[in-house]
């Protein structure tokens, strides 16, 4: 129910992106959203993860449809700067193209929080994941120079928990 609500409104976006005669443009969902598209995990939530690609102000027309959203900032986002070679398209659309998050970038931009959803998530994702991967993307992102420090030091003390838990 909730995976069909999310594509509805991703279909809404679409129509919407053609309606305003907009061009095409790819968006990358992450998070709970992703963990819910991709068939990640089991949790609800119906709420929109994004990076911040530099949209122009012009598609807030179609953003806005999305209801509850954060739009992420790269610079204050752990992510790896790979992360779009990992995406998986959504396919269905013809005017937006959407992307969600690989299971081991969305795992692994889950360690900054480690809220109580995050630890839920992260034991479903984490037995589907690649270690090898996840350790990829680990050491891209200690390796970014344009993340927050703030961002980057908070990741690495939640990376210590991280690692000791999930054996990465």
């Not at 069909?4 to 968006?27: C, G, R, S």
């Given at each position: 129910?909730?995976?069909?609500?999310?594509?509805?409104?991703?279909?809404?976006?679409?129509?919407?992106?053609?309606?305003?005669?907009?061009?095409?443009?790819?968006?990358?969902?992450?998070?709970?959203?992703?963990?819910?598209?991709?068939?990640?995990?089991?949790?609800?939530?119906?709420?929109?993860?994004?990076?911040?690609?530099?949209?122009?102000?012009?598609?807030?027309?179609?953003?806005?449809?999305?209801?509850?959203?954060?739009?992420?900032?790269?610079?204050?986002?752990?992510?790896?700067?790979?992360?779009?070679?990992?995406?998986?398209?959504?396919?269905?659309?013809?005017?937006?193209?959407?992307?969600?998050?690989s299971k081991e970038d969305v795992a692994i931009s889950k360690i900054i929080r480690l809220a109580e959803k995050d630890e839920e998530d992260l034991k479903q994702i984490i037995p589907q994941c690649d270690r090898k991967q996840l350790n990829t993307i680990i050491q891209e992102i200690m390796d970014r120079e344009d993340?927050?420090?703030?961002?980057?030091?908070?990741?690495?003390?939640?990376?210590?928990?991280?690692?000791?838990?999930?054996?990465?």
């Amino acid at each position: 129910m909730i995976k069909e609500n999310l594509l509805t409104i991703l279909q809404e976006m679409d129509e919407v992106t053609k309606l305003f005669q907009i061009e095409p443009f790819d968006i990358y969902i992450l998070g709970g959203s992703a963990c819910i598209l991709g068939d990640y995990t089991t949790r609800a939530t119906m709420d929109v993860d994004f990076v911040n690609l530099d949209y122009p102000a012009k598609y807030g027309r179609v953003f806005t449809l999305l209801r509850d959203y954060d739009m992420l900032d790269y610079a204050s986002t752990i992510l790896s700067p790979s992360y779009q070679e990992r995406a998986i398209k959504l396919e269905g659309f013809h005017h937006i193209h959407v992307y969600i998050l690989s299971k081991e970038d969305v795992a692994i931009s889950k360690i900054i929080r480690l809220a109580e959803k995050d630890e839920e998530d992260l034991k479903q994702i984490i037995p589907q994941c690649d270690r090898k991967q996840l350790n990829t993307i680990i050491q891209e992102i200690m390796d970014r120079e344009d993340l927050l420090q703030s961002k980057k030091e908070e990741f690495e003390r939640k990376l210590v928990r991280f690692r000791e838990k999930y054996h990465v």
